[in-house]
């Protein structure tokens, strides 16, 4: 499994970026797919998610409510994470991950976000 993360770059605070990631060599059912951050010095974190089972309700962590938007493309096997009203606490590096049951856990290799104020 191959997770290729793009998309990031530097921001001013207020403005939108939009994520995406490329997932290759899945041969298995995906049960779930999301974006994780990590700034410096603090841990990874969930920022939102999105399973196969229930894909009209995505999973945000509270801080990114209203101004992110996960969403997938099926026939792409593509994860994107809309962002907008960036503020400079959203400066991190941003991964992605896929679950599944028989596909093991397995995380993009991250791209940074800066959010300048």
């Known amino acids: 499994v191959q997770l290729q993360a793009s998309g990031g770059g530097l921001v001013q605070a207020g403005g939108s970026l939009r994520l995406s990631c490329a997932a290759s060599g899945i041969k298995y059912s995906i049960m779930s797919m999301g974006w994780y951050r990590q700034a410096p010095g603090k841990q990874r974190e969930l920022v939102a998610s999105?399973?196969?089972?229930?894909?009209?309700?995505?999973n945000y962590a509270d801080y990114v409510k209203g101004r992110f938007t996960i969403s997938r493309d099926f026939a792409k096997n593509t994860l994107y994470l809309q962002m907008s009203s960036l503020k400079p606490e959203d400066t991190a590096v941003y991964y992605c991950?896929?679950?599944?049951?028989?596909?093991?856990?397995?995380w993009g290799q991250g791209t940074e976000v800066t959010v300048s104020s």
């Open positions: 999105i399973t196969s089972v229930d894909i009209g309700r995505p």
């Open positions: 991950n896929v679950d599944g049951r028989l596909l093991g856990n397995h």
